[in-house]
């Protein structure tokens, strides 16, 4: 089996430096907790979501509201209507599947200054399985009327994201993965609503978002000793999408190959395609889970197993420069 | 205001209930109906407001968790000044403030609701803010009973007595009816008293269109730690014979100007 180091295992993901996004989120929790408007709500997760860091060092301000996520939408909508800077925090498949209609409803509609930064988003949950592994999240989320999708890649672009929502009004959806995440970032670049050039390319351009843009980096400097030249997107803001972003890639290049720890519906991929569908009609490849459920196992032989890998993407730039434009 | 008084305004309330919901072809006269009393009670006595500051930081919240119930809703809020009774006639018409279901854009609304469970929730945050906030401010909200089958209901129900908060007083509009017909052959409630009591409510039972019963209660309510639940028997359609206790009419207005007529004079001469 070709493998060229493009496999998360057995050495890739154990090679390379990484953080914790939520380790991340919990410090710039703390970082902004001064500011006494600032309160935090979690449903019996907050050890694993890491809002005890807030918890520990603002306890007045933390409000545990036990396994009932729906009241906690609802009050954190409550909360907000009365100035304060809400953020709310569970796994994603709680978050935004179990708590659909109280994000639609109380928060999205009712035009509440909410914050929902959820763990726990894609495969990378393991060892818990379908059950907890939440892949239509960003869908589900990006469909509701004033609602900005946030997918930032790495610790130090967190810990930007959570500064840009605390400053900004909300409401806001921010996903997280359990695992920890390669570093991309020396430096802070995150703007909202714009794409990030990681490598320049003219061939295709890979659109990636959390976990896949470590992936996406590492396909494209294969690629680029194959003869192919690949830019590589960093996509945080997932909605509003940067269709500047798209269509300059469309233009340039014709090809596009999107990346995500997200199902193939409704994802970056669509967000994506729909730029281009209406704008400057190119050929979208789009990397992700396949309509199907995920299951137990751990994280890296589960992306392994999908595919949600530098390998992932080779294949799809591979297919997409073969095709006939 | 003398209580008199009040029954004068329920009735211009339950006039404008049944007047713009014919105008609408639309919206829910049953649960309206029901709750006037309640309603007119809290902006025209006991809540501390001002209908030329909505925004009031310091005012006392109402939030309408049945929020099907906005012809009550907008009535009462109309006729206490909040926007012109002239609005009332847009309600539920494309490009009109008055949505079909509340809406906290409109004055004196605090809250958005129309989801049913969600609004609980809602009072919860308001009252947890406003002791945040070391404000004194009460949080008034009214729930339906159709409403209580919405898990939701009993999530907040836990929120707000474990967080022990004794500035939320809500009203339970137990008028025995829903869309499909009478609770208790839907889905047994049982004594809803009772099981808020046993979530840790204060609770008591009146009869929710007697004022002189409502400002009982909310005198017992000062007197009492933790949320206060107010479980007030109703009559759904109350004061229009034709829809009282009958299911049809809690989504259906009076059907022919004849009815309408009909409406308005049992109105009257309640």
């Known amino acids: ?325 | 205001m003398e209580t008199q008084d009040l029954y004068k305004i329920a009735k211009e309330v339950r006039k404008w209930i049944v007047t713009i919901t014919y105008e609408a072809k639309s919206g829910h006269p049953g649960g309206s109906l029901s709750a006037t009393e309640i309603i007119t009670y809290l902006y025209f006595r006991e809540m501390n407001i001002d209908p030329s500051k909505p925004e009031w930081p310091d005012r006392d919240r109402f939030v309408l968790s049945k929020g099907h119930a906005t012809p009550v809703m907008y009535s009462v809020l109309a006729l206490r000044g909040f926007f012109s009774t002239e609005k009332l006639h847009e309600f539920r018409k494309v490009n009109s403030m008055l949505q079909g279901h509340v809406v906290n854009h409109v004055p004196g609304v605090d809250i958005t609701a129309g989801s049913l469970g969600q609004g609980l929730s809602n009072a919860v945050g308001l009252a947890l803010g406003a002791r945040l906030d070391n404000k004194s401010y009460r949080v008034f909200a009214m729930i339906g009973d159709g409403e209580s089958e919405e898990g939701s209901i009993w999530e907040a129900a836990l929120s707000a007595a474990h967080l022990k908060l004794s500035n939320l007083i809500v009203f339970l509009d137990r008028n025995m009816i829903q869309l499909d017909g009478f609770t208790d052959e839907i889905i047994s409630l049982g004594n809803l008293e009772e099981k808020f009591r046993a979530f840790g409510w204060a609770t008591t039972t009146i009869d929710g269109h007697s004022f002189e019963d409502i400002e009982r209660a909310l005198k017992w309510a000062k007197t009492q730690e933790g949320p206060k639940m107010i479980v007030a028997r109703t009559v759904k359609g109350k004061g229009v014979k034709f829809m009282e206790n009958n299911p049809e009419y809690h989504g259906k207005p009076a059907p022919t100007e004849e009815k309408l007529k009909e409406a308005l004079k049992d109105i009257e001469e309640m």
């Open chain 1, 1 to 325: 089996m070709r493998n060229d180091g493009l496999t998360w295992l057995p050495d890739l993901a154990n090679s390379l430096e990484k953080t914790s996004v939520r380790e991340a989120y919990g410090n710039t929790l703390v970082s902004i907790g001064s500011d006494r408007r600032v309160v935090v709500l979690d449903a019996d997760l907050s050890t694993s979501t890491h809002t005890v860091m807030f918890k520990n060092k603002y306890p007045d301000r933390f409000f545990n509201m036990g396994i009932s996520e729906n009241n906690m939408m609802g009050v954190a909508s409550g909360l907000s209507w009365t100035g304060k800077k809400v953020f709310v925090s569970s796994f994603a498949v709680f978050a935004a599947g179990r708590a659909y209609d109280l994000v639609r409803q109380s928060i999205c509609y009712a035009d509440s200054d909410v914050r929902i930064v959820a763990t726990h988003a894609g495969l990378t949950v393991g060892e818990d399985g379908a059950t907890h592994q939440m892949l239509e999240d960003i869908g589900l989320m990006s469909g509701l009327p004033r609602m900005s999708v946030l997918s930032p890649a790495d610790g130090m672009e967190v810990n930007q994201v959570i500064r840009y929502i605390y400053e900004n009004r909300g409401p806001f959806y921010v996903r997280l993965s359990r695992e920890r995440v390669p570093v991309i970032h020396h430096e802070e670049t995150f703007k909202f609503g714009k794409a990030e050039t990681i490598e320049d390319g003219d061939d295709v351009v890979i659109f990636a978002t959390g976990i896949l843009v470590a992936a996406a980096k590492i396909a494209s400097s294969y690629l680029r000793s194959k003869g192919v030249s690949a830019r590589v997107l960093n996509i945080a803001t997932i909605k509003p999408i940067d269709r500047d972003a798209v269509i300059k890639a469309a233009r340039d290049t014709g090809r596009i190959v999107t990346a995500e720890e997200h199902s193939v519906y409704n994802g970056l991929g669509s967000r994506v395609s729909e730029v281009v569908s209406e704008t400057y009609p190119a050929l979208v490849y789009r990397l992700g889970v396949n309509d199907v459920f995920g299951e137990s196992g751990k994280s890296w032989e589960l992306m392994d197993k999908y595919e949600l890998n530098p390998m992932g993407i080779v294949k799809k730039v591979e297919s997409i420069m073969e095709a006939k434009v």
